[in-house]
């Protein structure tokens, strides 16, 4: 199961071996496709990303292999947003979740708001560090052999280079393009007619 209900003891997570804890933010807004899960504790950890209500209202722990990409995703201060500045996360579809998405998706869209947007790139360095730890073993294998058809590659800085199946990176950017906000510009013809 990719979203599972996570083992909690004195409003903490209980930790898998080896585990340990990379971020960990109150006060954080969940919404699992557009349904919240009000106000939160936010804990990234080495092997998974789990939030916890504060009111009761549920505790989620999704594995950091199950998250095919996540991002800032911040509103077009031109358009009406139905969401603020958040992390998104697209989340592997499995039988598991039918209730969150149709069956025809693939992924499941999770958003970890802050109530203060100043910890957006905490919280992004913070996933990706989890990312890294918790390569896809699809893509251990001989990278030389991937080809650009199959794999997007992302470099950022050169500090860390992470493979994406293009289709997932794709679907992903479709999902939050706002008019073209995404789309590459078209080019002026030098030339006049």
Known sequence: MVIILPEIKDKKPV???????????????????????????????????????????????????????HGVSRPDENEKSSFPSCIVCQIENESELEPFCSIEN?????????????????????????????????????????????YENENENDEQQVMLPKDAFENFMKKLEVNGQFEDPEEEDDEKN
């Not at 933010?25 to 789990?50: K, P, W």
């Not at 499941?108 to 109530?115: E, K, Q, Y």
């Not at 203060?116 to 893509?139: C, G, I, T, V, W």
Request: proline share 3%; hydrophobic share 35%; charged share 25%.
């Open 15 to 69: 930790l898998l071996l080896e585990e340990t804890i990379l971020l960990e933010l109150d006060q954080i807004e969940m919404y699992i496709v557009d349904a919240s899960y009000s106000s939160g504790t936010l804990y990234v950890t080495s092997r998974r990303v789990i939030w916890i209500s504060d009111s009761n209202k549920g505790s989620y722990s999704i594995s950091c292999r199950s998250i095919v990409i």
């Open 106 to 150: 693939n992924y499941v869209t999770v958003r970890f708001i802050p109530t203060n947007e100043d910890s957006l790139q905490e919280m992004y360095k913070a996933f990706s560090k989890a990312a890294e730890l918790n390569p896809d073993p699809k893509n251990r294998e001989d990278e030389s052999s991937l080809s650009d058809n199959e």
